[in-house]
């Protein structure tokens, strides 16, 4: 069984900064793609960003040029820099690996 544990969420002001990270263990040995999603109250799950073993990576249009997905230097694990934050931003931001495994989110809030 993948387990998916975030860490950094938090509060900041709209055009802060905030760096998400994502650790997966257990049952994987080295992910093909991994991702970040968020869901605010009263909408869906949406995509953010997503990032491949190779490097590539893809950004909803709502978040690019704000946000950068990366690779860290440790085994499954990335992050998710999150730069000039709006209000709209606010959400909780789930970890993902492989479509198929979640972590329990960690919450942002922007303020204005």
């Known amino acids: 069984q993948v387990r998916l544990v975030e860490s950094g969420g938090g509060s900041a002001q709209a055009g802060g900064s905030l760096r998400l990270s994502c650790a997966a263990s257990?049952?994987?040995?080295?992910?093909?793609?991994m991702g970040w999603y968020r869901q605010a109250p009263e909408k869906q799950r949406e995509l953010v960003a997503t990032?491949?073993?190779?490097?590539?990576?893809n950004y909803a249009d709502s978040v690019k040029g704000r946000f950068t997905i990366s690779k860290g230097s440790v085994k499954n694990t990335v992050y998710l820099q999150m730069n000039s934050l709006k209000p709209e931003d606010t959400a909780v931001y789930y970890c993902n690996a492989e479509s198929t495994s979640w972590g329990k989110g960690t919450l942002v809030t922007v303020s204005s």
């Open positions: 990032i491949t073993r190779g490097g590539n990576t």
């Open positions: 257990g049952s994987i040995y080295s992910f093909y793609v």
